[in-house]
């Protein structure tokens, strides 16, 4: 009752708790670090090594809310539930904020700001070269996602730009598979739903270029 | 280029006799605890690590901080108890059964035969040896094993002239080890191999214990090797066949990912795997990454091993 009419009850509840979702598993690795500092044994700690089980577990959670957000338009299609589209970019943002996170973990923690080694790792290792690229395919399409920005730019142009978050997908999943030491099941999970996600987006998109052409070449007979 | 420290083990470097007092006193304590914790009538496949008595300071020790039993414990790789380096402290002690455990040794030589394991550890004269521990994901830990020299047990049957290397072989059970019952990825059981002058060396080690106790599930009970100047995954874990042969093994790791993964993998702070840096490694409980050494920093004993070869080309 309270509040301006033209909101449905559920709009704001949802957003509120979409954020409160997401801030989860940052509290569940602050609640796990005290945990060991403490010396209690609330999900385990953080381990023998918490460097590597929070750089780990920020990377998993980035993935995974990349994912999310690149479900949003396969599902809004799918489902044919337009609202859902309004949740994007909130999804897309809190996606590339877990990666920064991760990123800055990385730079700060784990390597201790040691800039000549940061540099030389992303130019040698692979897998943060490519995990380095996802990042910076994302950083425009942050910087981008204000509605003054999309005005600025103008519809098709910013919807061009933001095509590369498919690519920031790509590298997210090669970021993982490179990763590890051998192929284990996760990053294979992750890959094979970002390619089914990506692939949703050429069907559809061969699919209106094949309704499009006949008319064409109707219009040009005629 | 990056060794810093004399790798050769000065009698200074030998951790004092009341230290170890100490920490025997400490771990028989938790043994009593862990005793009295078991609830009975529940069977467990493992039975809790036990005291091992009379055990002999080696000269094989660096003077490092050793890290702690949990560390040592909770941290492993142990794929056959799955992929991430907390499962097989979970998984491994219940289902893995280490005692009655018998090893076979066979191949070129003349005088194949078994070891049944827990005589072995009742019969033989066994050392406390520190030993850093370096696995080729780039972290590392100090580590107080108990075993007998390699040597010492090869000898007794007697290689021939045609055993050039000798080949080690993983139980093959997948309702002990779970993660045997996919082939999909990985060609169990795990294989192992040195040359035979590395299996000779007298750092090579096998390992029936830690921390003065018997091996825990998850580290590889009740046998496995320990070879200090390669990546941890040389190591391999409860062993149920070494064999002696004439040709270069296939190795669990090298048939996965040869161009990653050598049959040597000596630790090499100058070879870095394909997709990551070796140059240098993060010590388990330290904060920043440490310099990896040469060899692991067994240079001086294990060098000539490999004189003339070119370790960019045998990594």
């Known amino acids: 009752m309270a509040g301006p009419r033209s909101l449905p009850w559920w709009k704001p509840t949802i957003k509120t708790g979409l954020h409160a979702l997401y801030t989860l598993p940052i509290l569940a690795l602050l609640a796990r670090g005290y945990a060991d500092y403490s010396g209690t044994d609330f ?43 309004r949740y994007r970019r909130m999804l897309g943002l809190w996606a590339f904020a877990y990666v920064t996170i991760h990123l ?24 943060i070269t490519v995990g380095m690229l996802g990042f910076v395919f994302l950083l425009p399409l942050a910087l981008t996602s204000t509605s003054g920005m999309i005005r600025r730019l103008g519809a098709a142009r910013w919807r061009r730009l933001h095509r590369l978050v498919y690519f920031a997908g790509i590298a997210g999943a090669i970021h993982y598979i490179w990763m590890v030491k051998a192929i284990t099941i996760e990053p294979v999970i992750y890959t094979a739903i970002i390619a089914i996600l990506l692939a949703m987006r050429v069907f559809w998109w061969a699919q209106t270029r094949q309704a499009i052409a006949p008319q064409r070449v109707a219009s040009k007979a005629g | ?144 094993w108990v075993g007998v020299p390699l040597a010492d047990v090869i000898k007794r049957f007697e290689p021939n002239g045609n055993a050039k290397y000798v080949a080690f072989q993983t139980l093959d059970d997948p309702k002990q080890m779970p ?65 002696f042969v004439r040709n270069q093994p296939k190795t669990m790791w090298n048939q996965i990912a040869a161009d990653e993964y050598g049959f040597y993998a ?5 070879h870095d795997h394909p997709r990551w840096s070796q140059a240098k490694e993060r010590r388990i409980g330290e904060f920043l990454r440490r310099p990896t050494l040469m060899f692991n920093g067994y240079t001086e004993q294990v060098a000539s091993l490999y004189s003339g070869m070119n370790l960019d080309t045998w990594y």
Not at chain 2, 199 to 213: C, D, E, F, I, W
Not at chain 2, 266 to 270: A, S
């Open chain 1, 43 to 85: 999900l385990g700690g953080l381990g023998v090594n918490p460097i590597e089980t929070v750089i780990r577990n920020l990377g998993d959670w980035s993935i995974r809310f990349l994912i999310v957000a690149l479900a949003v338009t396969p599902v809004r299609r799918i489902s044919g539930l337009p609202q859902i589209a």
């Open chain 1, 104 to 127: 800055l973990f990385f730079i700060g923690v784990d390597q201790y700001f040691d800039w000549h080694e940061i540099w030389k790792e992303i130019l040698k290792n692979k897998f």
């Open chain 2, 1 to 144: 280029m990056l060794i810093r420290r004399a790798p050769d083990i000065r009698p200074s470097e030998i951790t004092p006799e009341s230290i170890y007092l100490g920490r025997r006193a400490f771990m028989a304590g938790t043994g009593a605890l862990l005793a009295g914790s078991a609830i009975p009538g529940i069977a467990f496949a493992d039975v809790e690590p036990q005291a091992l008595p009379k055990v002999i300071k080696s000269k094989y020790t660096v003077d490092e901080k050793v890290n702690s039993y949990k560390e040592i414990t909770t941290y492993n790789n142990f794929y056959e108890y799955g992929t991430d380096k907390g499962e097989p402290a979970v998984n491994a002690p219940g289902l893995l059964k280490p005692s009655p455990w018998t090893v076979t040794v066979d191949g070129e030589c003349n005088k194949p035969g078994t070891v049944d394991v827990d005589d072995f550890i009742k019969t033989s004269a066994l050392e406390e040896r520190v030993y850093r521990h370096r696995c080729v994901e780039a972290w590392s830990m100090v580590i107080p």
């Open chain 2, 179 to 243: 993660g045997e019952k996919s082939d999909l990825v990985y060609p169990w059981p795990y294989t192992e191999g040195l040359r035979m002058d590395e299996a000779m060396n007298a750092l090579t080690l096998l390992s029936v214990g830690l921390y003065g106790k018997t091996l825990a599930a998850q580290n590889g009970a009740p046998i496995r090797l320990v070879v200090p100047w390669k990546y941890g995954f040389k190591d391999i874990k409860s062993i149920v066949r070494i064999s």
């Open chain 2, 266 to 270: 000596n630790v090499n702070p100058n």
